[in-house]
């Protein structure tokens, strides 16, 4: 029992030793940029104002589609070919 928690726990820091190491990369890339964050708000406000019932299914849906847009200008995806 005692071997399961040590190899439990190493692998517990193994795990919380590569989130970090991820999390430091990306800030280093300048991955959580302030644009990126007043996105991220105006998304949480969105979904906020739609669980409570003050914002109706279209308007979140262009707010979402204005998101999107946003975001794809910022950080566009390229698919190979």
């Given at each position: 029992?005692?071997?399961?928690?040590?190899?439990?726990?190493?692998?517990?820091?193994l795990?919380?030793?590569?989130?970090?190491?991820?999390?430091?990369?990306?800030r280093?890339?300048?991955?959580?940029?302030?644009r990126s964050?007043?996105?991220?708000?105006?998304?949480?406000?969105?979904?906020?104002?739609?669980m409570?019932?003050?914002?109706?299914?279209?308007e979140?849906?262009?707010?979402?589609?204005?998101?999107?847009?946003h975001d794809?200008?910022?950080?566009?995806?390229?698919?190979p070919?």
């Amino acid at each position: 029992m005692i071997a399961t928690m040590v190899v439990a726990g190493v692998l517990a820091a193994l795990y919380v030793m590569l989130i970090a190491r991820q999390l430091r990369s990306a800030r280093a890339e300048g991955g959580d940029s302030g644009r990126s964050r007043r996105l991220a708000d105006i998304e949480r406000e969105a979904v906020y104002r739609r669980m409570t019932g003050t914002l109706d299914r279209a308007e979140y849906r262009d707010t979402m589609a204005a998101i999107a847009a946003h975001d794809g200008i910022e950080r566009p995806v390229f698919v190979p070919e």
